[in-house]
């Protein structure tokens, strides 16, 4: 029987494979033995690839172990077995479905003595979005497995807490020695590694010097070992010795003997990972299946932690010169006076005007002007480091710089006005207040203001060519 002849009454993206189970019980290397026309786009994966021909095997267009994991299981055990994952771009949804011998005098690939081959058809759709009916349709155990997991990252307000809860149920799911969820924030280009007691900066970062990367060059390394994969689930490392031999290296430092990569993605962009080593292979199905559907709770709970970060982010930080905004210094000086946070001991309060920028802004334009303004902000960030600093309004700066004494306040002024005079363009109108004891915050940052203004007059009156003010 013809095997092109044959797929083409599939309905849908369908392509044949075929593999030997050999007289010891192992099985050969997989062959695609046919694709039909709706999924001749398969046969394009590659270009490099040869020419098909029914039996070529199937790693020549490209490797997925999950896929090769589930096409093994479905023809060796008979079984019907159903996938869905988020993996190439987009949503797969994944029928094996074991086929009977019916080519028995098929001569086109040799058959080793003792040997029984077996066939296996895989018909695929696949989505942008999620289908959150083809997430549901798992097993009374998988199904109370991910409510756990659910539950433990919503029942803490803190979100540190929540995903340290949960990596702990992932941990006693896979029955892990190690479990964690690492997760990746493109935006910054930060990595977090939370364990089942919570954020672990330290060993992530020695983790990473490990291989010779940064905490988010690690991350990069995982994506690129998935393969355009979903996941790694291995009961050894020789796949992780050859993809990555750094990571290799690291693993067998600490004794470990197999591992778990999960990809966490939203809406196709990478958000993390579950990454589990010495795991109970004994479970691999199941975990896998918890898994598949944690993802997608954790992925969710992830970017929105994430957006919610860029959305304060936006509301309390100057996008010009990236230091805070009057929001931000509002909200300070209220959490001081209301008492939820404690005023400190001691505060020096710096009021700094930028001088000329009216002048830059109507003669040179405001692209010019804004970029003074940056230099400045760019000159406080230097001397004052650290501490907070607020674009109060469109050329005024305000500093809080707590727990110093008076003279380390006083040197920090006469240092920005050093550098500054030191610059071309970059001039500052300067008023400071230092509190100690009991102390009205916002009258401190008005007598400093008052300060400033002086200072502001003094600058005009011995710079008069400079001043805009009055045109």
């Known amino acids: ?5 044959w797929i083409e009454g599939i309905n849908g993206l369908a392509s044949l494979y075929s593999f030997d189970i050999l007289a010891d019980g192992s099985f050969s290397e997989i062959r695609l033995m046919a694709v039909n026309k709706q999924n001749i786009g398969m046969l394009l994966m590659n270009p490099n690839a040869p020419e098909f021909y029914p039996g070529i095997p199937y790693r020549t267009y490209w ?3 999950n896929f090769e994991s589930y096409v093994y299981k479905s023809a060796s055990t008979s079984q019907l077995l159903y996938s869905y994952v988020n993996a190439r771009g987009v949503w797969l949804k994944g029928f094996y479905m074991p086929i009977a011998n019916i080519w028995d005098d098929d001569a086109s690939v040799e058959k080793p003595e003792g040997s029984r081959r077996v066939y296996c058809l895989y018909v695929i759709t696949y989505s942008e979005n999620v289908e959150s009916d083809s997430m549901a349709h798992r097993s009374p155990e998988v199904a109370n497995a991910v409510l756990d997991i659910g539950i433990r990252l919503h029942e803490n307000e803190d979100y540190y807490k929540s995903m340290a809860a949960a990596v702990g149920k992932i941990k006693e799911i896979c029955n892990a020695r190690l479990c964690s969820v690492y997760t990746v924030d493109k935006n910054k280009k930060e990595c977090r590694f939370i364990n089942e007691n919570g954020v672990q900066k330290e060993f992530m970062e020695a983790l990473a010097a490990e291989m010779g990367r940064t905490p988010y060059e690690v991350a990069e390394a995982w994506e690129k070992d998935l393969a355009l994969s979903d996941c790694l689930l291995l009961d050894n490392l020789s796949v992780i010795e050859e993809r ?18 999960f990809a966490i993605r939203y809406k196709q962009t990478m958000v993390g990972y579950i990454w589990a080593a010495n795991y109970d292979t004994d479970k691999i199905d199941t975990i896998k299946e918890t898994l598949e559907l944690s993802t997608f709770i954790l992925a969710a709970v992830i970017e929105n932690h994430q957006l919610f970060a860029r959305l304060e982010v936006r509301s309390t930080m100057d996008a010009l010169t990236e230091v ?3 929001n931000a210094m509002d909200d300070t000086v209220d959490k001081y006076t209301k008492g939820t946070v404690k005023m400190p001991e001691s505060m020096g309060i710096v009021f700094a005007d930028l001088n000329g920028l009216k002048r830059v802004n109507d003669e040179e334009g405001h692209d010019e002007g804004d970029k003074l303004l940056v230099r400045a902000a760019g000159l406080l960030k230097i001397v004052f480091g650290d501490d907070q600093i607020y674009r109060a309004g469109g050329d005024e700066f305000v500093v809080f710089c ?6 380390k306040m006083k040197e920090q002024v006469a240092q920005l006005k050093a550098m500054a005079e030191n610059t071309a363009d970059v001039s500052f109108a300067v008023g400071s207040v230092y509190c100690v004891g009991e102390y009205d915050i916002n009258a401190a940052i008005q007598e400093a203001d008052e300060r400033m203004y002086q200072d502001k007059k003094e600058y005009y009156r011995t710079h008069p060519q400079k001043d805009r003010r009055k045109s």
């Open 1 to 5: 029987m013809d095997y092109q002849s």
């Open 63 to 65: 490797m997925d172990l």
């Open 244 to 261: 990555d031999p750094e990571w290799y290296a690291s693993m067998c430092k600490h004794g470990l003997k197999n591992i778990i990569l």
């Open 324 to 326: 805070g905004n009057r």
């Open 402 to 407: 707590s727990d110093v004494s008076e003279q």
